[in-house]
């Protein structure tokens, strides 16, 4: 079984950009910033690879610390931090290319900064929409679920 | 297929799929299944086009742009809901960020489920597709015959003008 | 003259099988700079790990994009099992190297085509998808999908292939390895395509480096960053160097990608070759417990799989970093000074693929 | 290109067979193993719903009162795990393709089960 040697090493909000510069002077590459919450933390993880070396810095944070971008140090972390603002609403200050909070438009805003997102099947927002002019819709016959409204459409269709 | 008179062009656009019924899409047009013998073009513009292939699910930021290709085209048209995601959203439909199947925005008028599709389905899809927009054609024609100041007209002019 | 015109790219653009969208700031006929803005994609299936089993998500992992497909699910399979120390029998490993090149070859030939119609050269995408669809077909009987594969699961593969049919698989090979070697010959040597992409499109060793390019995008501009080479699945115990072309631009992109379809026909004929017998899967107990960056190399590059499993049968985090997300800053880079003409030929020289990059 | 090798191309063109398949005048290409769309055998059927706590795409619905398998053709995404998790090999994969539908066409595919039977036998047992 082939397994990777990964080393996280925990950095604070204040020695962050030090020390990506320590591993940008060292020669690494910036692989990816990707952060996940659990519980109240949201843990940011900077990976970095040099000759298929894989470390790993680790950023844990409390709701509402304000982060310092990387990107003046390694300008593509751009495209990541836009992203972990969007979808966990980590602020994030002085990014060099600041999409604020456009890069990715979603219906739920911070969706992974929410518990679990329910999304009920049973009430789409639009169905109402343009039910007239589609008839009767496949997509919206909740007839795998029997218990909620067949027995309405299959009236209308009948009708 | 015999009975085909005209040649329908179609417009493809990919709404948040993963690729697979894309490239599948692309793959009829391809030597192996090669559609352009039946006189059927993929073009690039809407306004060129009979009918339109949506493949994917409708999420909250292509709502829009899949509504303005479809108020493009000229309207005897067809829709057609290409793979699971386009016709109910398929394993995504659970996410965020997915709406549902194409027919929350426009009225489509044939599925053609399968994750990820096989040409021959497409293929299967696009000739009844050919079959509703003939009868949408007579149907359109009897109307702009029989009315003066029908709707179809003014619908024909919005067209003209977006 | 040189007055600033924004010229709005995409998401729906003859040339683009996918929506992406991108501001051109144009002076003149000089692209000064290009804002690119995703999203349209965007599906936010990494938390749909929230309601599936970590052995269910398989499924969904491999619909995260309809070409890699194979590669994510080795990728997410891959960090289920080095988190749970599953020992995945030796067989299942040379089955999925099998699938994994056939499904950059499946890549490559559809990017080829793809690049050669956004030069206009519409016979030679004729061609390559041709040559697509014999890849295809093996991909087919033996996996029974085309392009959304579902062979991989956590702990070896669903399906296996008899060793008379790994025998006509080479043999078949064999027989295209000659139309893929007149194809690369019209790609390296006919004049419109150099014409096209050489100078076009530049991206200096060290701007790849530091934008973060990966795969052929790196491979191109003289960064020798292949992950094969870490040795997981059986690319351990097979022989391949990884292709490096110094050119950085678009040409050599093209190049590169050209020869790893050779590379890759060498690499299935030697796992097909040194196949050991055995089984095919573990049996998996118990939930996964821990945290593990799962690497592998995509047909557009380095592909991270990020799990994160506190022993519940619902993983908590799934993070997916895909190599085309990782190569959208440098082609912002790319466009920077580039002619408006030539913008659909650079923005398919990285390969992108949005529904990867946006999930 | 040289005269020779192109001249070569040509003949190579003139004599091969063509790559189009003529679908839907041809039949269309099957492999055995293609993964198409879900069957049931209904008789086998427990309804113990396995396959549809395991369905990544919810298509299938078991109702164990009713005794009715059901399964939405357009959520359906062809992935086997019905019949893998299935206890009972009732489900089955085909490699069949379903047909498109046209929009208002009836998606949903039920299968009724047959009433059951092991009460009256039970009844019976008890009897004798």
Redesign the interface.
């Known amino acids: 079984?082939?397994?990777?040697e990964?080393t996280i090493t925990e950095v604070g909000v204040d020695n962050l950009v030090s020390e990506v510069s320590k591993m940008y002077d060292e020669g690494y590459?910036?692989?990816?910033i990707?952060?996940?919450?659990?519980d109240d933390i949201f843990e940011i993880?900077y990976?970095f690879d040099k000759d298929?070396k894989?470390v790993?810095l680790r950023l844990k944070i409390t709701e509402g610390v304000v982060v310092p971008s990387i990107t003046g140090v390694?300008?593509?972390a751009?495209?990541?931090e836009n992203e972990i603002h969007d979808l966990f609403g980590v602020s994030i200050k002085d990014i060099a290319?600041d999409?604020k909070g456009?890069?990715?438009?979603?219906?739920?805003k911070n969706?992974?900064n929410t518990p679990?997102?329910t999304?009920v099947?049973a009430a789409?927002?639009?169905?109402s929409?343009?039910a007239a002019?589609?008839?009767?819709?496949?997509?919206?016959?909740s007839?795998?679920?029997?218990d909620t409204k067949p027995d309405a459409e299959k009236k209308k269709?009948e009708a | 297929m015999s009975g085909l008179t005209k040649s329908p062009w179609i417009i493809h656009y990919d709404a948040s799929s993963c690729n697979g019924c894309d490239i599948e899409v692309l793959a009829c047009l391809t030597p192996l299944y090669d559609v352009e013998r039946f006189g059927i073009l993929n073009t690039g513009n809407p306004k060129h086009a009979d009918i339109f292939v949506v493949t994917g699910s409708?999420?909250?930021?292509n709502?829009q742009v899949i509504k303005n290709i479809y108020d493009q085209m000229p309207k005897p048209n067809v829709v057609i809901g290409v793979g699971i995601c386009a016709?109910?959203?398929g394993v995504f439909?659970?996410?965020?960020?997915?709406?549902?199947?194409v027919?929350?925005?426009?009225?489509?008028d044939v599925?053609v489920p399968g994750c990820s599709v096989r040409p021959e389905q497409i293929i299967d899809g696009v000739v009844k597709a050919l079959g509703i927009l003939e009868e949408k054609r007579a149907a359109f024609a009897a109307e702009s015959k029989k009315g003066t100041d029908t709707g179809a007209n003014a619908d024909a002019k919005k067209d003209g003008g977006n | 003259m040189a007055g600033r015109i924004v010229v709005p790219f995409g998401p729906q653009h003859p040339v683009l099988p996918e929506p992406i969208h991108l501001d051109l700031v144009l002076e003149d006929e000089r692209v000064v700079e290009a804002?690119p803005?995703?999203?349209y994609v965007?599906r936010?299936l990494?938390?749909l790990v929230?309601k599936r089993d970590f052995k269910d998500f398989v499924y969904i992992a491999e619909r995260i994009c309809g070409i890699c497909s194979f590669t994510h699910s080795v990728g997410y399979c891959?960090a289920i099992?080095?988190i749970m120390?599953?020992?995945?029998p030796e067989r299942a490993q040379y089955l999925r190297t099998i699938w994994s090149e056939y499904s950059r070859l499946h890549s490559h030939l559809l990017w080829l085509g793809l690049y050669a119609d956004a030069m206009g050269f519409e016979n030679l995408f004729m061609n390559a998808w041709r040559i697509r669809e014999t890849i295809l077909d093996a991909m087919e009987e033996t996996t029974g999908g085309r392009v959304i594969q579902g062979v991989c699961k956590v702990g070896g593969v669903r399906r296996d292939i008899s060793d008379a049919k790994l025998k006509e698989m080479t043999a078949k090979l064999d027989s295209i390895g000659g139309e893929i070697e007149d194809l690369c010959h019209v790609f390296f040597d006919d004049a419109s395509v150099k014409h096209r992409s050489v100078g076009v499109g530049m991206l200096s060793k060290e701007d790849a480096?530091?934008?973060?390019a990966v795969g052929p995008v790196a491979k191109g501009s003289g960064i020798a960053?292949d992950?094969r080479?870490?040795?997981?699945?059986a690319y351990?115990s097979l022989d391949f160097k990884p292709i490096v072309e110094t050119g950085c631009d678009c040409y050599s992109r093209c190049i590169v990608r050209a020869k790893e379809l050779a590379q890759s026909v060498d690499l299935i004929k030697q796992a097909a070759a040194n196949i050991p017998a055995g089984d095919i899967e573990v049996k998996v107990k118990g939930n996964p417990d821990g945290e593990?960056?799962s690497?592998v190399e995509q047909p557009r590059g380095?592909c991270?799989h990020?799990v994160?499993a506190n022993g519940s049968k619902n993983i908590?985090?799934e993070?997916v970093?895909t190599p085309s997300?990782?190569n959208?800053?440098?082609l912002v880079k790319m466009l920077e000074g580039c002619q408006m003409a030539d913008v659909p030929v650079i923005v398919l020289s990285i390969d992108p693929c949005i529904g990867c990059a946006?999930r | 290109m040289g005269l020779f090798s192109m001249t070569k191309t040509v003949l190579k063109s003139l004599f091969k067979k063509p790559a189009t398949i003529r679908y839907p005048a041809e039949p269309a290409k099957r492999f055995e193993g293609t993964r198409g769309q879900m069957e049931i055998d209904i008789d086998k059927c427990i309804f113990c719903g396995l396959c549809s706590k395991h369905c990544p795409a919810?298509?299938i619905?078991v109702?164990k009162n009713e005794r009715t398998w059901?399964i939405?053709r357009?959520?359906c995404i062809c992935c086997n795990s019905c019949a893998e998790n299935c206890n009972k090999d009732a489900i089955y994969q085909t490699n069949v393709y379903h047909a498109p539908?046209v929009?208002?066409?009836t998606?949903?595919d039920v299968y009724q089960g047959k009433p059951v039977e092991e009460k009256p036998a039970a009844a019976e047992e008890k009897a004798a």
């Open positions: 079984m082939h397994k990777e990964q590459r910036l692989v990816q990707g952060c996940g919450k659990y993880n990976s298929c894989f790993n390694y300008l593509c751009f495209i990541y290319i999409f456009n890069l990715i438009r979603t219906s739920v969706p992974f679990t997102v999304k099947k789409k927002p639009a169905k929409e343009n002019a589609a008839g009767a819709k496949p997509d919206v016959k007839d795998a679920k029997p269709e | 409708v999420n909250e930021q709502r016709c109910s959203g439909k659970e996410c965020y960020n997915v709406a549902g199947g027919g929350q925005v426009i009225p489509v599925y | 804002i803005s995703i999203g965007h936010g990494e938390k929230e891959k099992e080095a120390d599953l020992q995945v480096h530091k934008l973060g960053l992950l080479q870490t040795g997981y699945s351990g593990y960056f690497r380095e991270i990020y994160k908590l985090r993070r970093r997300s990782a959208i800053p440098p946006e | 919810d298509a619905t109702n059901s939405n357009l959520w539908i929009a208002g066409e998606d949903v």
